[in-house]
C-alpha cells in the first residue's frame, strides 16, 4: 500500500516519538477478554502496543507488513516479530485470545483481514481496534487545526477520515461492547513535538510534492504562543472498538 512506504521511512521517528496507550484503556481490554495465552498486535510497527500488554500474555505475536518498522521493534522473550501482511500470517488456527490493531486498522483491506482474524482467533477470543486522535493543547487550536488542514487537507483519505471520526464509521462485524473514550498527557519540548509531527504520513506527501516541510513554521509559531517556556502540556484522545470474535 502506499502509506506503507511513509511508514517505513519513518520508522525511527515512529520508534522515538509516538505516544503510548493508556494504561486506563489497557486495563479496560484486559477486564473484557477470557483468555491470556495468546496476543495477536498487528501492524505493530515498533511494537510499542506489544511491550504494553506482553506482561500479561504467555505468548505474543506481533506483526507488520514494513521491514523498516520491525527494525525498531524490541520487547520481551515472550514476543514473537514477524514480517507479514495483517491479511495473511503464518499463525496457527483458532489460537488467539486477542487481537489488536492498534492506529492501523484503517489502512488494512478489512474483509480479507476480518477472515485472518476469525481463522486465528479462538472462539469468543477478542478483537480490538485502537487509535487516537490529534493532539490538543491549550492555546494551540488555531495551529494545529491550520497545520492539520495543510497537509492532512489536501492528501486527506478515507483511512484518516475513519480516524478523524473516531472509527464510528469503521465496518467492524463482530459483537461489541459499549467502550468508553480515554486520553494521554505529557509534557513535551519543542524537539519532540517537532520529531512527532514529522512522523506524519501527510508531511511526507506534503514534502514530496512542494519539496520542502511545514513543521518549522508550525513549531515556530508554538514557540510564539508560549514563549520561553520550554514544554507544551499536550493531550491525545484515544478510542477504542472491541468485539468478540464467533
Given amino acids: 500500500m502506499e502509506a506503507n512506504h511513509h511508514f517505513s521511512r519513518q520508522a525511527v521517528g515512529y520508534a522515538r516519538y509516538r505516544p ?9 481490554i484486559l477486564s473484557q477478554i477470557n483468555g491470556y ?8 510497527g515498533n511494537g510499542q502496543l506489544a511491550r504494553q500488554l506482553a ?11 514494513s521491514a523498516e518498522q520491525l527494525q525498531q521493534a524490541h520487547g520481551t522473550g515472550n514476543i514473537q516479530f514477524i514480517q507479514c501482511r495483517a491479511e495473511q ?19 488494512f483491506d478489512r474483509p480479507a483481514f476480518y477472515r485472518e482474524v476469525r481463522r486465528t482467533g479462538k472462539t469468543n477470543g477478542w478483537l480490538a481496534a485502537i487509535g487516537y486522535g490529534l493532539m490538543q493543547a491549550e492555546g494551540l487550536e488555531e495551529p494545529l487545526r491550520d497545520f492539520h488542514q495543510r497537509t492532512f487537507g489536501e492528501f486527506l483519505t478515507r483511512e484518516r477520515q475513519l480516524v478523524d471520526g473516531h472509527y464510528a464509521h469503521l465496518d467492524f462485524p463482530f459483537k461489541e461492547v459499549s ?7 505529557y509534557t513535551w519540548d519543542l524537539p519532540t513535538l517537532e520529531g512527532y509531527f514529522n512522523t506524519w504520513s501527510s508531511v511526507q506527501k506534503y514534502i514530496d510534492r512542494y519539496h520542502t516541510n511545514p513543521v518549522p513554521d508550525l513549531i515556530a509559531e508554538i514557540h510564539r504562543v508560549y514563549g520561553n517556556q520550554d514544554a507544551v502540556p499536550v493531550t491525545f484522545p484515544y478510542f477504542l472498538r472491541l468485539g468478540r470474535i464467533q
Avoid: K, M
Avoid at 179 to 185: A, G, I, L, R, V
Fill in 55 to 65: 506482561p500479561f500474555f504467555q505468548r505474543v505475536y506481533a506483526t507488520d507488513h
Fill in 20 to 28: 503510548n496507550y493508556p494504561d486506563e484503556l489497557i486495563r479496560f
Fill in 37 to 44: 495465552d495468546t496476543l495477536w498486535d498487528v501492524g505493530t
Fill in 89 to 107: 500470517t503464518p499463525l496457527p488456527d483458532h489460537q488467539v485470545d486477542l487481537v489488536t490493531a492498534a492506529q492501523s486498522i484503517h489502512w
Fill in 179 to 185: 467502550c468508553p473514550e480515554f486520553s494521554n498527557s
